[in-house]
Nanobody, 124 residues
Framework: QVQLVESGGGLVQAGGSLRLSCAASGRTFSSYTMGWFRQAPGKEREFVAA????????YFADSVKGRFTISRDNAKNTVSLQMNSLKPEDTAVYYCAANTRAVSLFVSYPMDYWGKGTLVTVSS
């Protein structure tokens, strides 16, 4: 069993930056491809970014490519999402998620674990 706890959300002005973190419990963190999703008010949850088990590969949604980066520290059981040049349309609850698929297949399969989310609000 893995528990995921997100942190780092908050209110930021457009053009600003924010760094989200996800702390995972358990000793099998490196067994999982990790990723981030988001859900804006009134919209469906959408994929944001994913990172392979040993950080060799990353994958981003087109909407955040070039603005967001994803990283992980397997020694600390954490995955982070650095968000730069934020836009009001990035406002959403951001969720950390994990499954055991290759990063290229991450979104094609159900997630094994989800965090409870952290709210990011970008003001214009």
């Amino acid at each position: 069993q893995v528990q995921l706890v997100e942190s780092g959300g908050g209110l930021v002005q457009a053009g600003g930056s924010l760094r989200l973190s996800c702390a995972a419990s358990g000793r099998t963190f490196s067994s999982y491809t990790m990723g981030w999703f988001r859900q804006a008010p009134g919209k469906e949850r959408e994929f944001v970014a994913a990172i392979s088990r040993f950080a060799g590969s990353t994958y981003f949604a087109d909407s955040v490519k070039g603005r967001f980066t994803i990283s992980r520290d397997n020694a600390k059981n954490t995955v982070s999402l650095q968000m730069n040049s934020l836009k009001p349309e990035d406002t959403a609850v951001y969720y950390c998620a994990a499954n055991t698929r290759a990063v290229s297949l991450f979104v094609s399969y159900p997630m094994d674990y989800w965090g409870k989310g952290t709210l990011v609000t970008v003001s214009s």
